[in-house]
């Protein structure tokens, strides 16, 4: 169930008036959403055999 920020968004970007000013760049500063496609960190797969060393730090 969307939040009401969610349902928001939603509205503003149905709206035809609306969808026609925002740019690529607001899209992106609506909402991490836009960008959830995009892993900055790359992949991360937890190995839960193994224990990390911390007395070597």
């Given at each position: 169930m969307p939040?009401?920020?969610t349902t928001l968004l939603q509205a503003v970007l149905r709206d035809a008036?609306?969808?026609g000013k925002l740019t690529e760049e607001d899209q992106r500063a609506?909402?991490?959403?836009f960008w959830?496609?995009?892993n900055p960190y790359g992949r991360f797969r937890p190995d839960m055999e193994t224990?990390?060393?911390l007395t070597a730090a």
């Open positions: 939040g009401a920020a008036q609306w969808a609506l909402s991490p959403r959830a496609h995009v224990r990390l060393d």
